[in-house]
């Protein structure tokens, strides 16, 4: 077991992951069904990792349950992907960075999308900046890791399914030691 591996399950045991952030799910078994989600799709092991920590900011900033609660966006993806970005390489942290204007793209690029979010999701989205315009959606999708970062988006929106039965964070263990050694 590594240094990081143990931040990791420390930030995935704190009080911080037992609230719920306006959805049906903990935030730690969200991140788990993200990760499950990634795998069982066959992703690389950066994706899945990348997946299961995707909203680690949430558990980084203290206040962001009661940010989110008054309307304010606390900007987890920026702060959850410096985080990453110093212990992972960027195929790591940039898709946990993109994940939030992933979003932002997906509404303007797909008709479709909007109606798969979750409600809570739907609330932070005008939160975060809205709807990108055409030009915004070309700048995102041309940057690195921006694919990476919409099929990251695809499972978070998926991973929320009440009492779902996933692998623990053990199951990622060899994967992150591997990518943070
Ligand atoms: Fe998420």
């Known amino acids: 077991m590594n240094q990081v591996y ?8 704190s009080g911080v992951s037992e ?17 499950a989600l990634a795998r069982e799709a066959g992703a690389s092991d950066e994706l ?3 997946s299961l ?6 558990l980084l900033i203290p206040s962001s349950v009661d940010d989110y609660d008054s309307g304010v966006d606390a900007h987890h993806d920026e702060v959850g992907a410096a985080w990453v970005a110093d212990r992972f390489p960027a195929a ?12 932002q793209y997906l509404v303007a690029t797909d008709p479709e999308y909007l109606s798969l979010l979750s409600e809570a999701s739907r609330k932070t989205l005008e939160m975060q900046g809205g709807v990108f315009t055409q030009a915004q959606s070309e700048t995102f999708i041309s940057q690195p890791w921006a694919r990476d970062g919409v099929q990251l988006r695809m499972w978070d929106d998926l991973g929320k399914v009440r009492n779902k039965v996933v692998p ?8 992150i030691v591997k990518l943070a050694g």
């Open 48 to 50: 899945v990792v990348a």
């Open 168 to 175: 623990g964070l053990g199951a990622y263990q060899e994967a």
């Open 53 to 58: 920590l995707h909203d680690i900011g949430h």
């Open 6 to 13: 143990r931040e990791i399950e420390a930030l995935f045991t």
């Open 92 to 103: 790591v942290s940039e898709p946990v960075r993109l994940h939030v204007e992933a979003k």
């Open 19 to 35: 609230e719920y952030l306006g959805e049906d799910v903990k935030l730690v078994e969200h991140m788990l069904q993200c990760a």
